[in-house]
């Protein structure tokens, strides 16, 4: 089992940057990929970013790329979001799992969100 522990969300304007992170616990070993996804309110959650252990491989949503960077440092998280937008309003999941992937069902642990609000 991996434990995920978000933090980081909050009310900004649009512009404004945040920084989200994520801290692993328990057999990291065995999900060595973490990522970020989204969930906006009637909508599907949808991936982010993700990044291997090491941090060589790195993977971006087209809608977040330029934006927003993911880092990685061991068994915590980052994700550094610049020029927010209204539209990125969502709960932000961290995720970890077995396999570099965009797809959200190979992901087997999830924290439990933080909310981040964009205002226009």
């Known amino acids: 089992q991996v434990q995920l522990v978000e933090s980081g969300g909050g009310l900004v304007h649009a512009g404004d940057s945040l920084r989200l992170s994520c801290v692993a616990s328990g057999r990291t070993s065995s999900s060595p990929i973490m990522a970020w996804f989204r969930q906006a309110p009637g909508k599907e959650r949808e991936f982010v970013a993700t990044i291997t252990r090491s941090g060589r491989d790195i993977n971006y949503a087209d809608s977040v790329k330029g934006r927003f960077t993911i880092a990685r440092d061991n068994d915590k998280s980052s994700l550094q979001m610049n020029s927010l937008q209204a539209e990125d309003t969502a709960v932000y999941y961290c995720?970890?799992?077995?396999?570099?992937?965009?797809?959200?069902?190979?992901?087997?642990?999830w924290g439990q969100g933080t909310q981040v609000t964009v205002s226009s």
């Open positions: 995720a970890a799992g077995p396999i570099f992937t965009t797809e959200r069902r190979w992901y087997d642990f």
